[in-house]
């Protein structure tokens, strides 16, 4: 079996309109005003994850501004994991800046079956440790919900997307939640590094890494890297689909040159267990 931790998919009604929606809404502006970057429905990356032998994959919503599209997109994500039960793994988002409705939002996608949250996303993680967030986290904590949150690098190109999200940005939250679930992006942006920090590696040890866009970002030695830098059962598969073909994201994963039993925990048992599926649950 492989677990892709990290795709993306959206309504046809936001897919026929995306340059309107794109106007009403800065993020989705930023990521796919430009018609060369690809939208999917669920149907088509089923069918990508079928040509790629992927079994399952987790689809993930993307950090919209307005409570109601994130309603709107979260019922397609929950609606396609009910048409295709056991493919797709729904994962939806909130109104991050208001931590009231994201609450609301929490617990109404929580009763219909998200098994996380994310792909959240802001230019300051810091602030969610501030009181007003709370009541949101402890609730996602007591859930058992995971948070995947968009990380970035604070180094190299700058790409759309890309953010201010940096790990120093994200410590102070981290530490402010330390039995929540939470997978850093793209590799965390470089936060594996810091596990080799004894206090640090204490306050990540419910913080994992997904593998989106590693080969726009890095060579396959990063995945060797991370794992002797935050270990074996941190680094999850994923695939960003549909940001690059799956045979260019499986082949930066295999030229990495993993050993076979630490590639089988990368491209399913870790997922299975953040996810509460495997025999050793996380948190």
Not at 15 to 44: F, H, V, W
Request: net charge negative; charged share 20%.
């Amino acid at each position: 079996m492989v677990i892709d931790f990290h795709t993306h998919i959206f309504p046809p009604k936001i897919i026929a309109a995306r340059q309107d929606y794109a106007c009403r809404d800065s993020c989705l502006g930023m990521l796919y005003s430009n018609p060369k970057a690809k939208m999917i429905t669920a149907e088509e990356l089923l069918t990508a994850m079928d040509e790629a032998s992927i079994d399952r994959a987790v689809a993930l919503n993307i950090g919209w501004e307005s409570a109601e599209l994130c309603t709107f997109t979260n019922n397609y994500l929950l609606e396609s994991a009910r048409r295709y039960p056991g493919r797709i793994i729904p994962f939806c988002t909130l109104p991050i800046s208001d931590p009231s409705a994201s609450l609301t939002e929490l617990e109404r996608c929580r009763s219909l079956g998200a098994k996380g949250i994310g792909e959240l996303r802001t230019e300051h993680p810091e602030e969610l440790a501030r009181p007003p967030y709370q009541p949101l986290f402890d609730r996602i904590d007591q859930s058992g919900l995971i948070c995947l949150f968009h990380a970035s690098e604070p180094l190299g190109h700058t790409y759309p997307g890309k953010g201010l999200a940096t790990p120093e940005k994200f410590y102070p939250f981290i530490s402010h939640y330390p039995r929540l679930k939470i997978i850093l992006a793209h590799l965390g942006g470089g936060m594996p590094f810091y596990h080799l920090m004894p206090e640090a590696e204490k306050v990540l040890a419910n913080t994992a890494y997904d593998t989106a866009a590693a080969p726009f970002l890095y060579k396959p030695e990063i995945y060797r890297q991370v794992i002797t830098l935050s270990g074996e059962n941190k680094l999850l598969f994923g695939s960003d689909y549909p940001l690059m073909p799956y045979t260019r994201a499986l082949k930066h994963l295999s030229d990495g040159k993993l050993e076979p039993d630490i590639l089988a925990k990368v491209m399913q048992q870790n997922a299975l267990n953040w996810l509460g599926e495997g025999q050793n649950g996380i948190g």
